[in-house]
């Protein structure tokens, strides 16, 4: 993929604001620093940036590199990645980035991660292993379908093994980090 400048320099700058202000919060978040108010507002910033996500699908189809740059289409997929409140709306982004993904506008990883938690939020077994539930006695890997072949489907979308990525996260992640009264799980990814 080339970096290109965005064709949409306006929409770039909304999409990686949104998406930052989103990570900061889902960060308190994991560290148990928010209370009830806070989490609220959380959710009502997930909603708003499923919304105009949504809106920018219908009128440019995924947020690619060519449209909007790099970060702000890593910004558009962390938006996707988070909207789990609205599991059509999730696999319909998958299916656009899937897209993108062809035609060389986006990376293979970004959809793996964003296929495998849409399967999630609809109550199936992930492909790629690549969401797990952070809470304070530890992680957990959301179900994985067919296990013991994990490894060669990440392989096909050009992720690590999974116990390396495992050591990754367990390192990024470490129980030690979490408050006690964190909240009991939080879905998060895997690289």
Not at 137 to 151: E, F, K, N, S, Y
Request: hydrophobic letters at 40%; aromatic letters at 4%; proline letters at 6%.
């Amino acid at each position: 993929m080339k970096t290109h400048e965005p064709q949409l320099p306006d929409l770039a700058r909304e999409l990686i604001a949104r998406a930052a202000e989103a990570a900061a919060h889902r960060a308190r978040r994991a560290r148990g620093q928010l209370d009830g108010i806070h989490l609220g507002q959380g959710r009502h910033t997930d909603h708003a940036n499923s919304r105009v996500l949504r809106r920018i699908l219908a009128e440019h189809d995924w947020p690619g590199h060519r449209l909007v740059g790099p970060d702000a289409a890593r910004a558009a997929w962390s938006i996707a990645l988070h909207s789990d409140d609205d599991p059509p709306f999730q696999r319909a982004a998958t299916t656009l980035l899937g897209r993108a993904v062809q035609i060389g506008d986006a990376p293979i990883q970004h959809w793996a991660h964003l296929h495998d938690r849409a399967l999630i939020t609809n109550g199936r077994d992930q492909e790629y292993g690549t969401q797990l539930l952070l809470h304070a006695d530890g992680i957990d890997l959301c179900p994985l379908r067919a296990p013991d072949t994990v490894d060669t489907r990440r392989a096909t979308v050009s992720l690590p093994p999974i116990a390396a990525a495992l050591t990754a996260v367990q390192r990024r992640y470490r129980t030690d980090r979490f408050a006690q009264d964190a909240p009991t799980v939080v879905l998060a990814e895997v690289a």
